[in-house]
Protein backbone atom coordinates (compact mmCIF):
# COMPACT_ATOMS: atom_id res chain seq x y z
CA UNK A 1 0.00 0.00 0.00
CA UNK A 2 1.31 3.11 -0.94
CA UNK A 3 0.74 6.24 1.72
CA UNK A 4 1.45 9.64 1.11
CA UNK A 5 1.83 12.77 3.98
CA UNK A 6 1.12 16.05 2.77
CA UNK A 7 1.23 19.49 4.01
CA UNK A 8 2.14 23.05 4.10
CA UNK A 9 5.51 24.19 5.65
CA UNK A 10 5.84 23.54 9.56
CA UNK A 11 2.70 20.97 9.25
CA UNK A 12 4.78 18.45 11.46
CA UNK A 13 4.74 15.83 8.13
CA UNK A 14 8.54 15.02 8.71
CA UNK A 15 8.91 14.42 12.15
CA UNK A 16 4.78 13.20 12.54
CA UNK A 17 6.50 10.34 9.59
CA UNK A 18 9.22 8.32 11.57
CA UNK A 19 6.55 8.27 14.30
CA UNK A 20 3.90 6.50 12.10
CA UNK A 21 6.17 4.30 10.75
CA UNK A 22 7.16 2.58 14.12
CA UNK A 23 3.73 1.89 15.02
CA UNK A 24 2.97 0.94 12.09
CA UNK A 25 6.64 -1.86 12.39
CA UNK A 26 5.02 -2.58 16.01
CA UNK A 27 1.75 -3.79 14.25
CA UNK A 28 4.04 -6.31 12.35
CA UNK A 29 3.62 -4.10 9.38
CA UNK A 30 6.83 -4.04 6.97
CA UNK A 31 7.33 -0.02 5.95
CA UNK A 32 9.65 1.64 4.27
CA UNK A 33 9.41 5.33 4.57
CA UNK A 34 11.06 7.99 2.35
CA UNK A 35 11.18 11.57 1.16
CA UNK A 36 10.80 14.26 -1.55
CA UNK A 37 12.27 15.58 -2.96
CA UNK A 38 15.15 13.32 -2.78
CA UNK A 39 14.73 9.67 -0.83
CA UNK A 40 17.73 8.63 -4.07
CA UNK A 41 21.31 9.06 -4.58
CA UNK A 42 19.97 11.06 -7.63
CA UNK A 43 17.17 12.59 -6.43
CA UNK A 44 18.90 14.30 -3.40
CA UNK A 45 21.53 15.94 -5.48
CA UNK A 46 18.58 17.19 -7.24
CA UNK A 47 17.28 18.04 -4.12
CA UNK A 48 20.36 20.28 -3.18
CA UNK A 49 19.69 22.37 -6.34
CA UNK A 50 16.42 22.97 -5.86
CA UNK A 51 16.95 23.96 -2.09
CA UNK A 52 20.42 26.18 -2.41
CA UNK A 53 19.29 29.77 -1.31
CA UNK A 54 21.56 31.19 -3.95
CA UNK A 55 19.70 29.49 -6.58
CA UNK A 56 17.67 32.68 -7.30
CA UNK A 57 17.46 32.85 -10.72
CA UNK A 58 15.50 29.62 -11.19
CA UNK A 59 12.81 29.58 -13.16
CA UNK A 60 9.43 27.83 -12.36
CA UNK A 61 9.38 25.02 -15.58
CA UNK A 62 13.64 24.73 -14.43
CA UNK A 63 11.99 23.99 -10.51
CA UNK A 64 8.95 22.09 -12.08
CA UNK A 65 10.92 19.68 -14.01
CA UNK A 66 13.95 19.11 -11.38
CA UNK A 67 10.98 17.74 -8.55
CA UNK A 68 9.24 15.60 -11.54
CA UNK A 69 12.82 14.49 -12.33
CA UNK A 70 13.64 13.23 -8.25
CA UNK A 71 10.46 11.79 -8.31
CA UNK A 72 10.62 9.77 -11.63
CA UNK A 73 13.87 8.33 -9.83
CA UNK A 74 11.99 7.68 -6.87
CA UNK A 75 9.33 5.84 -8.14
CA UNK A 76 11.41 3.66 -10.22
CA UNK A 77 14.08 2.85 -7.99
CA UNK A 78 12.09 2.76 -4.37
CA UNK A 79 8.57 2.92 -4.33
CA UNK A 80 7.56 0.24 -7.40
CA UNK A 81 9.93 -2.40 -6.38
CA UNK A 82 8.77 -1.94 -2.50
CA UNK A 83 5.26 -2.15 -3.44
CA UNK A 84 5.88 -5.40 -5.88
CA UNK A 85 7.33 -6.79 -2.00
CA UNK A 86 4.09 -5.93 -0.57
CA UNK A 87 5.44 -3.18 1.59
CA UNK A 88 3.95 -0.05 2.83
CA UNK A 89 5.26 3.20 1.61
CA UNK A 90 5.02 6.02 3.69
CA UNK A 91 6.17 8.76 1.46
CA UNK A 92 6.75 12.72 3.10
CA UNK A 93 5.22 14.53 0.11
CA UNK A 94 4.70 13.37 -3.47
CA UNK A 95 2.76 14.04 -6.77
CA UNK A 96 -0.22 16.87 -4.60
CA UNK A 97 2.81 18.88 -3.50
CA UNK A 98 3.93 19.79 -7.21
CA UNK A 99 -0.17 20.59 -7.82
CA UNK A 100 -0.18 22.67 -4.19
CA UNK A 101 2.73 24.61 -4.93
CA UNK A 102 3.49 24.67 -8.92
CA UNK A 103 -0.11 24.55 -9.54
CA UNK A 104 -2.53 25.80 -6.67
CA UNK A 105 0.46 28.17 -5.30
CA UNK A 106 2.25 29.30 -8.28
CA UNK A 107 -0.63 29.06 -11.04
CA UNK A 108 0.66 26.58 -13.31
CA UNK A 109 -2.03 24.89 -15.25
CA UNK A 110 -3.29 21.69 -13.07
CA UNK A 111 -4.37 20.15 -16.05
CA UNK A 112 -1.29 20.52 -17.67
CA UNK A 113 0.81 19.15 -14.33
CA UNK A 114 -1.46 16.62 -13.87
CA UNK A 115 0.00 15.30 -17.34
CA UNK A 116 3.36 15.85 -16.59
CA UNK A 117 2.85 14.10 -13.15
CA UNK A 118 1.78 11.04 -14.89
CA UNK A 119 4.68 10.87 -17.18
CA UNK A 120 7.16 11.34 -14.37
CA UNK A 121 5.31 8.62 -12.02
CA UNK A 122 4.16 6.74 -14.59
CA UNK A 123 0.31 6.59 -13.67
CA UNK A 124 1.96 5.61 -10.12
CA UNK A 125 -1.05 7.37 -7.63
CA UNK A 126 -1.10 6.55 -3.44
CA UNK A 127 -3.91 5.05 -2.26
CA UNK A 128 -4.37 6.90 1.06
CA UNK A 129 -2.87 10.53 1.44
CA UNK A 130 -2.61 11.95 4.93
CA UNK A 131 -3.12 16.17 4.77
CA UNK A 132 -1.77 17.80 7.77
CA UNK A 133 -3.87 20.78 7.81
CA UNK A 134 -2.45 23.93 9.74
CA UNK A 135 -2.75 27.67 9.19
CA UNK A 136 0.77 28.50 7.07
CA UNK A 137 1.25 31.66 9.54
CA UNK A 138 1.24 29.27 12.22
CA UNK A 139 3.17 26.64 10.21
CA UNK A 140 6.00 28.79 9.12
CA UNK A 141 6.68 30.77 12.54
CA UNK A 142 6.53 27.21 14.51
CA UNK A 143 9.71 26.20 12.17
CA UNK A 144 11.49 29.32 12.73
CA UNK A 145 11.26 28.96 16.09
CA UNK A 146 12.19 25.46 15.97
CA UNK A 147 15.29 25.91 14.27
CA UNK A 148 14.49 23.75 11.64
CA UNK A 149 16.37 23.75 8.34
CA UNK A 150 15.25 26.76 6.08
CA UNK A 151 15.86 27.02 2.75
CA UNK A 152 15.06 29.03 -0.54
CA UNK A 153 11.44 26.98 -0.93
CA UNK A 154 10.44 28.14 2.89
CA UNK A 155 11.37 31.93 1.75
CA UNK A 156 7.84 32.92 -0.61
CA UNK A 157 5.49 35.18 0.34
CA UNK A 158 2.34 33.91 3.17
CA UNK A 159 -0.17 34.72 0.60
CA UNK A 160 1.44 31.87 -1.47
CA UNK A 161 1.15 29.41 1.25
CA UNK A 162 -1.98 30.54 2.18
CA UNK A 163 -2.85 29.62 -1.38
CA UNK A 164 -1.28 25.94 -1.27
CA UNK A 165 -3.21 25.73 1.68
CA UNK A 166 -6.20 26.17 -0.29
CA UNK A 167 -5.02 23.89 -2.74
CA UNK A 168 -4.93 21.00 -0.80
CA UNK A 169 -8.15 21.50 0.83
CA UNK A 170 -9.81 21.64 -2.51
CA UNK A 171 -8.18 18.39 -3.87
CA UNK A 172 -8.84 16.36 -0.39
CA UNK A 173 -12.58 17.87 -0.95
CA UNK A 174 -12.68 16.94 -4.70
CA UNK A 175 -11.34 13.49 -4.19
CA UNK A 176 -12.36 12.48 -0.58
CA UNK A 177 -12.14 8.27 -0.95
CA UNK A 178 -8.17 9.18 -0.75
CA UNK A 179 -7.54 11.84 1.13
CA UNK A 180 -8.04 11.85 4.80
CA UNK A 181 -7.88 15.56 6.40
CA UNK A 182 -5.84 15.81 10.39
CA UNK A 183 -6.27 19.22 12.00
CA UNK A 184 -2.26 19.64 12.77
CA UNK A 185 -2.35 22.54 14.96
CA UNK A 186 -3.33 19.79 17.95
CA UNK A 187 -0.80 18.51 20.09
CA UNK A 188 1.70 16.34 18.42
CA UNK A 189 0.71 13.47 20.35
CA UNK A 190 -2.94 13.87 19.28
CA UNK A 191 -2.07 14.26 15.81
CA UNK A 192 0.00 10.91 16.02
CA UNK A 193 -2.90 8.92 17.32
CA UNK A 194 -5.21 10.17 14.45
CA UNK A 195 -2.78 9.19 11.98
CA UNK A 196 -1.91 5.69 13.41
CA UNK A 197 -5.99 5.35 13.77
CA UNK A 198 -6.65 6.35 10.13
CA UNK A 199 -3.85 4.17 8.73
CA UNK A 200 -4.78 0.99 10.18
CA UNK A 201 -8.75 1.68 9.59
CA UNK A 202 -7.41 2.03 6.05
CA UNK A 203 -5.15 -1.52 5.84
CA UNK A 204 -8.32 -3.36 8.17
CA UNK A 205 -10.37 -2.40 5.09
CA UNK A 206 -8.11 -3.11 2.48
CA UNK A 207 -7.65 -7.04 3.76
P1 LIG B 1 11.42 20.26 2.69
O1 LIG B 1 12.56 20.85 3.41
O2 LIG B 1 11.37 18.79 2.49
O3 LIG B 1 10.09 20.81 3.33
P2 LIG B 1 9.01 20.08 4.21
O4 LIG B 1 9.69 19.66 5.46
O5 LIG B 1 7.98 21.15 4.39
O6 LIG B 1 8.50 18.91 3.39
O7 LIG B 1 11.35 21.00 1.31
C1 LIG B 1 10.47 20.64 0.38
C2 LIG B 1 9.97 21.91 -0.24
O8 LIG B 1 9.69 21.67 -1.61
C3 LIG B 1 8.70 22.42 0.37
O9 LIG B 1 8.75 23.83 0.41
C4 LIG B 1 7.64 22.00 -0.63
C5 LIG B 1 8.37 22.06 -1.91
N1 LIG B 1 7.88 21.15 -2.96
C6 LIG B 1 7.30 21.68 -4.11
O10 LIG B 1 7.17 22.91 -4.24
N2 LIG B 1 6.86 20.83 -5.09
C7 LIG B 1 7.00 19.48 -5.00
O11 LIG B 1 6.62 18.73 -5.92
C8 LIG B 1 7.63 18.94 -3.81
C9 LIG B 1 7.84 17.46 -3.65
C10 LIG B 1 8.05 19.82 -2.83
Known amino acids: MFITLEGPEGSGKTSQLPMLADYLREQGYDVL ?9 IGDQVRAVLT ?4 TTMQPRTEILLFL ?3 AQLVEEVIRPALAQGKIILSD ?3 DSTLA ?3 YGHGVDLALLRLLLDFATGGLRPDLTLLL ?3 PAVGLSRRRSSGGEWNRLDAYALEFHQRVRQGYLTMAQQEPTRW ?8 PDVVQSALSQLVLNRLRCDV
Open 101 to 103: YQG
Open 180 to 187: RVVDASQP
Open 52 to 55: RLDN
Open 133 to 135: DVD
Open 33 to 41: TTREPGGTI
Open 69 to 71: AAR
Open 93 to 95: RYA
